[in-house]
C-alpha cells in the first residue's frame, strides 16, 4: 500500500465547526449570519481521506490518485471557496471518503450485511455474470474503475474486525457529517425571515473517463453515462424538470430558472445548452435529494428546494489539471487556484442572478 495516501489521525472526531463554512468565519459565529444564508451546499464525496484506522484493510497497491478518482475531491477546494467569497451561502462537507460509508446512500446502522453482499456480488460479476451494485453501495470496496479499495476478508475474525473498524468511523466521521448537515439545514430554516427563500443544493462531480491501470484518466464512460460539459441538475424528474409534485424536490419552473442562471454565468448560448446543462440525465438526485426533497415539500413552502448538481470534473479541475490526470501517474496535482477563483466567481454570479429574480 502506498505511503501516498491521504490519512486522517485515529480517533479524531468532527462537530459543525469543523465541517461548516462560510463568509465570515473566524470573525462571526454562524448563528450571526444563518438568516442570511439563503443556499446550503452540501459535500457528501468531498473527501478522499481515509481514517488512519482503517490502514490494515486498505487493499494493497492502491495509489493517491486512485483514493482521490474514487470521491469528488476538487468538491471541497469548490465549496470552501464558495462559501468564503459569498455571504449568502453555507457549506457543510463530509470528512471522510466515502469508502468508509456513503451518505448520499440511504443509512444503515451495521454495514457489515451490505458490504458481505457486495463482494458476493462482485465475485459472480467476475466470475461473468452481468450484475448491478444498486442497492447495496453504502460501503463501496472498490472504486468505480474496478480498482479494490478494501482487501475482502478471508476470515471470521478479519470480517468482524473490519466491520467494527468501519462502524467506528462511520459513526465519527459520515454520520457526524449527517448530523451536522441536518442541524445545519434546520438552523438555517428557523433563522429565515417568513417567506424567505432557501435553496439546498447537493454537490458533486464526476468525469467522463475513468482510470486505467497506469493512472491515466482517459478511458471513455459509456455514452448513457456521460456528463454535459458543465453540469446536470437533478430533482428526480423528468428531462424538464417536471414530475410528480409528491415526488419532485423542486418546481420545473425553478429547476429551468436554476439552470438558466448557470447558463449565463457560463456565457453559455441556447444552441450551446443540450451539449452544457441537462436535467435529470443521466442524474436524477440519490438519496440526500430525496430525504431533504421530502422534508421541504412536507414543511409547505413553495420557496423552497433540493437540488442535485453534478458538475463535469474536467471543467472544475481546468485544463492544466485535467491534463495533468490524462497522463500516467500514481499522484494528484494541487488545485489550480486561478481556475478556481474563475469557477467561484462563476458560482457566486449565478447565485446573485437568481437572488435577483
Known amino acids: 500500500m502506498s505511503d501516498d495516501l491521504a490519512w486522517i489521525e485515529a480517533g479524531r472526531r468532527f462537530g459543525f465547526d469543523d465541517l461548516v463554512f462560510w463568509h465570515d468565519k473566524g470573525t462571526r459565529p454562524f448563528a450571526a449570519v444563518a438568516a442570511g444564508i439563503d443556499t446550503v451546499v452540501f459535500g457528501p464525496h468531498a473527501s478522499a481521506d481515509f481514517p488512519a484506522e482503517l490502514r490494515p484493510f486498505v487493499a494493497p497497491g492502491l495509489t493517491r ?11 471541497s477546494a469548490v465549496g470552501r471557496a464558495w462559501a468564503a467569497a459569498d455571504p449568502h451561502v453555507a457549506y457543510v462537507e463530509n470528512p471522510h471518503s466515502r469508502l468508509v460509508l456513503d451518505p448520499n446512500r440511504a443509512p444503515v446502522a451495521d454495514a457489515g450485511p451490505g458490504l458481505r453482499q457486495f463482494f458476493a456480488t462482485l465475485a459472480r460479476q467476475r466470475a461473468g455474470e452481468k450484475v448491478s451494485f444498486a442497492g447495496m453501495d453504502t460501503v463501496r470496496p472498490v472504486t468505480f474503475s474496478g480498482q479494490p479499495a478494501l482487501r475482502e476478508p478471508g476470515t471470521e475474525a478479519e470480517w468482524s474486525a473490519l466491520i467494527a473498524t468501519l462502524n467506528d468511523c462511520a459513526a465519527r466521521g459520515p454520520n457526524a457529517y449527517a448530523a451536522v ?20 443544493l447537493s454537490l458533486h462531480d464526476t468525469m467522463n473517463t475513468q482510470i486505467l491501470p497506469d493512472g491515466a484518466i482517459t478511458r471513455e464512460r459509456p455514452v448513457a453515462d456521460r456528463l454535459p460539459w458543465l453540469a446536470n441538475f437533478g430533482n428526480r424528474g423528468d428531462f424538464a424538470g417536471e414530475g410528480p409534485l409528491d415526488e419532485i424536490t423542486i418546481a420545473g419552473t425553478e429547476m429551468r430558472r436554476i439552470a438558466d442562471a448557470y447558463a449565463r454565468a457560463w456565457d453559455i448560448t441556447d444552441s450551446a445548452r443540450n451539449t452544457a446543462i441537462l436535467l435529470n440525465n443521466p442524474y436524477k438526485g440519490a438519496f440526500e435529494t430525496v430525504h431533504w426533497g421530502a422534508k421541504l415539500r412536507a414543511l409547505g413552502r413553495v420557496n423552497l428546494g433540493m437540488v442535485q ?14 491534463a495533468s490526470l490524462h497522463q500516467p501517474g500514481k499522484d494528484w496535482p494541487a488545485v489550480d487556484q486561478v481556475h478556481l477563483a474563475e469557477t467561484v466567481g462563476r458560482l457566486k454570479q449565478a447565485g446573485d442572478s437568481l437572488r435577483a429574480g
Open 309 to 322: 448538481v453534478e458538475f463535469l470534473r474536467e471543467t472544475l479541475l481546468g485544463p492544466r489539471v485535467t
Open 181 to 200: 448537515r441536518d442541524a445545519l439545514v434546520e438552523q438555517v430554516l428557523a433563522a429565515r425571515p417568513t417567506g424567505a427563500r432557501v435553496l439546498l
Open 65 to 75: 490518485r486512485q483514493q482521490f478518482d474514487y470521491s469528488d475531491v476538487i468538491i
